[in-house]
């Protein structure tokens, strides 16, 4: 299993997609990028990240895509929330305080 198939169960997998209604997942070596549904943070994006010390960092941001087809620009995004040294069992917590959906 890869680290963002990993990252993906710890969350909940399949049901956790179902449930929240996050979609458009984008697997990197050591991190997901999903696409989030409306929810009370106003957050879009959530990024999770393995770093080196075996832990997860966790980042809610919201993206405003340019309009037109213009390029990807980092000064769109605007971040909510981020929490660092998080351990597996701890990332469908957070998930749930930050943007008040249940994963269950």
Request: aromatic share 10%; glycine share 8%.
């Given at each position: 299993?890869?680290?963002?198939?990993?990252?993906?169960?710890?969350?909940?997998?399949?049901?956790?997609?179902?449930?929240?209604?996050?979609?458009?997942?984008?697997?990197?070596?050591?991190?997901?990028?999903m696409?989030?549904?409306?929810?009370?943070?106003?957050?879009?994006?959530?990024?999770?990240?393995?770093?080196?010390?075996?832990?997860?960092?966790?980042?809610?941001?919201?993206?405003?895509?340019?309009?037109?087809?213009?390029?990807?620009t980092?000064?769109?995004?605007?971040?909510i929330?981020?929490?660092?040294?998080?351990?597996?069992?701890?990332?469908?917590?957070?998930?749930?305080?930050?943007?008040?959906?249940?994963?269950?």
């Amino acid at each position: 299993m890869t680290i963002p198939e990993t990252i993906l169960q710890q969350l909940g997998g399949d049901h956790f997609l179902a449930v929240t209604g996050a979609h458009h997942l984008i697997k990197y070596e050591n991190k997901i990028l999903m696409t989030l549904t409306q929810n009370r943070s106003k957050a879009n994006s959530l990024e999770i990240i393995l770093t080196d010390d075996g832990l997860y960092r966790m980042r809610f941001y919201r993206y405003i895509a340019p309009r037109f087809g213009k390029n990807y620009t980092p000064e769109k995004e605007v971040e909510i929330e981020q929490f660092e040294g998080l351990r597996g069992d701890q990332l469908r917590e957070i998930y749930e305080r930050v943007t008040g959906q249940r994963t269950k």
